[in-house]
């Protein structure tokens, strides 16, 4: 593995060791119970109305698989595996699937380096905010995503907005509180990101943290990259809703603030 990918493991699997409000620990209780799905409502709106009954679907970067359990029962599909890094995550996805019966297996380490043995296996791979930031090239992550594809299978990614890798987020001394909107970063930034200063979502604060290695991609990077491995675009929405937290006070106003990619996969 690359030393940023192990430097990343071991990253994610700190915050989740430094969780707080027991993250996770409901998710067995809330995905048998609550009606609704544990997915954006702009990610249900699309997939609702797809042949997803019976289904077999994948999840790249699926943390503790919440999403992906939610979409399984919410739509009758068959079986559901999620793909993730890190370790420790994936103990609590599978001891929430086992709890729930929820038919969904996790397969640890790096997306790109899945296995052939699920290359042509899914209708649909669904890929949620925070996982192509993680990806130094998108090509190997697209040319797995079309591998993992059956033919005629689709790809949901929804995402932040590239626009928002700009903006300073507020654990960072560029962030400016009065001016939220500051373009601090270069959109087409080929540095990659090193932040030590932890994942404020699992642990509730910043903490000084293993380093976490993240990379910005343009929008017309993903599309490209996209297409350039086989998928055709179905579907290409932008929003300016806030899925992040980091640009939450941006909401509304007029930016783009996040996405949604449908591909596909040609049937021949
Ligand atoms: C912010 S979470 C996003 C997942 C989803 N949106 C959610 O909230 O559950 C990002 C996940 O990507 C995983 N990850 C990072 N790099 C990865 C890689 N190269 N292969 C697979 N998973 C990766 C991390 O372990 C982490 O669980």
Known sequence: MNDYLSQNKAAWEEAFDRRINSFGEDH??????????????????ALSPLPLQGAHIAQFCCNNG?????????????????FDLAGNILAQ??????????????????????????????????????????????????AKVYACLKPGGRMLLHDAHPVTAMFAVPQEEAFDPENPARLVYDYFRSDPFVDTYGMVYLAGQAYDSKPFTSFSHTLGSVVTHAVQNGLTIERLTEFSKDISDDTAVLDGLGIPLSYLLLARRPRT
């Open 93 to 142: 996805a599978r001891r929430i699937a086992g709890e729930t019966g929820i038919p969904c297996t996790f397969v640890e380490g790096d997306v790109c380096q899945a296995p052939d043995s699920y290359h042509g296996q899914f209708d649909l791979i669904l890929i949620t905010i925070g996982a192509l930031c993680w990806m130094k090239d998108l090509a190997p992550f697209f």
């Open 28 to 45: 067995a209780m809330r995905l048998q119970t609550e009606r609704q799905p544990f997915l954006a409502p702009e990610v249900w709106d």
């Open 66 to 82: 919440r999403e992906l359990m939610s979409l399984v029962r919410h739509t009758g599909a068959r079986a559901g595996v999620g």
